[in-house]
């Protein structure tokens, strides 16, 4: 009788990536400033319950069918009615597909127009997840240089250029106009149309992750890149965890109706829950602004104390990104300082943040880290800033 495990390894197929298994839940540290979480005393528990509720009264029998593939078809409306108000965006409702976050829309793109070896385009840095994801299908990711307002037209264009001399051809530009994760950067309007206009010349679509737009405490609303497209060559996504919570696992996915066909295939076999989607909408449809405007007011309030905290604590030896909204802060080290190197000595004094590195397609940025501002309260954002500006002037970071 065989006594050993089966070994799959001659099994897997080729595009199966490895893969890094999660931290276990117990391993949270005392401040978490690593994972964009949301206030928790902002999720909205009564009232997605009584929603949920009435959903179900509505809609229960249905429960025994298998949903749309797209998602539940009201909600659907009711995302294309929110872009259309708010972002200056017009598709129909069924462009829209309702996914497991943005996360899984980032997957279908990246596996609608990646073969591996192919090169994609994002800012200098970005959202890990996005790294990871890209990663996955065996992509080459270039970093695009950004400033103030994000990712440069011009050094976009450079960039595609060089690209095109050698031979390649980027598949897409993905990038996160409004509060980049992690450079909290906010596109004006005339820069999301240059970025348009650049992509437009080289014929390279685009596509725009927007999952801060709704956590905005201050300036004006530009439009999105999507609005000022009549080519039909824009992808864009959004999502719901910022303001609800990420536990919801609901986000959306708007494609030009050529490719829903494709986009559908992609999808197939993991729609998102009928039950997440119905109380979402039944809340969302009553309360969506109200809520929107007491989250904002909250991580406002958060951001201003972890501001305050780090110029306290670490006095101009850091300094930070100081975004009009979002979730996070970009906290850059004197030269010569390397965030990632003691990432772990502060993890075991009960500090998390995400060092500059992992934000990078390149693993540049080891004097930089992101802290998110909005689980923590703000006794610990006080004193988890403390015990990290510690950690970093024990190990000579801030000198």
């Not at 949903?67 to 829209?96: C, M, S, T, W, Y």
């Not at 919570?245 to 494609?255: E, N, T, W």
């Not at 590195?357 to 703000?378: I, M, T, V, W």
Request: glycine share 10%; net charge negative.
């Amino acid at each position: 009788m065989a006594t050993q495990d089966f070994d799959f390894t001659d099994f897997i197929g080729d595009r199966v990536p490895v893969g890094t298994p999660a931290p276990p839940r117990a391993d949270r540290a005392k401040y978490d400033f690593g994972t964009g979480f949301p206030d928790p005393d902002s999720f909205p528990s009564e009232g997605l319950h009584k929603a949920l509720g009435r959903a179900l009264k509505d809609h229960g029998r249905d429960m025994v069918l298998y949903p749309d593939p797209q998602g539940f078809l009201p909600f659907r409306e009711f995302i294309a009615n929110k872009l259309d108000q708010e972002r200056g965006i017009n598709v129909d409702p069924d462009q829209v597909l309702l996914t497991g976050g943005s996360g899984v829309a980032l997957a279908i793109v990246s596996q609608l127009f990646t073969n591996p070896g192919d090169t994609l385009l994002t800012e200098q840095f970005t959202y890990t997840g996005t790294l990871a994801v890209m990663r996955n299908v065996r992509a080459n990711i270039l970093g695009v240089a950004t400033d103030d307002e994000g990712m440069r037209p011009d050094a976009l264009d450079e960039t595609i250029q060089d690209l095109v001399r050698q031979g390649t051809r980027p598949k897409f530009v993905y990038t996160i106009p409004t509060f980049q994760n992690p450079l909290g950067t906010d596109m004006s309007a005339q820069r999301r149309q240059d970025i348009l206009a650049v992509a437009r010349k080289h014929g390279i679509p685009v596509f725009e992750d927007d999952a801060y737009e709704d956590l905005r405490f201050e300036g004006e609303r530009s439009p999105a890149i999507y609005s000022y497209d009549n080519t039909n060559m824009v992808l864009y996504c959004g999502t719901f965890s910022k303001i609800l919570g990420p536990g919801m696992r609901l986000g959306y996915l708007i494609a030009p109706q050529p490719l829903m066909q494709q986009v559908n295939a992609l999808n197939w076999g993991r729609p998102t829950s009928h039950f997440a989607a119905m109380a979402a909408y039944y809340y969302l449809q009553d309360h969506l602004d109200d809520h929107v405007e007491e989250i904002n007011d909250i991580l406002r309030a958060k951001r201003d104390t972890m501001l305050a905290a780090i110029g306290e604590s670490m006095g101009s030896a850091a300094v930070s990104s100081n975004p009009d909204g979002g979730l996070y802060l970009w906290l850059r080290l004197p030269e010569g300082a390397d965030a990632n190197a003691v990432s772990g000595k502060a993890h075991e004094r009960g500090i998390a943040y995400l060092p500059g590195p992992r934000f990078s397609p390149s693993g540049e940025g080891a004097n930089y880290l992101r802290l998110c501002y909005g689980y923590e309260d703000h006794e610990g954002i006080r004193d988890g800033i403390a015990a990290l500006a510690d950690v970093f002037a024990d190990e000579g970071l801030l000198s």
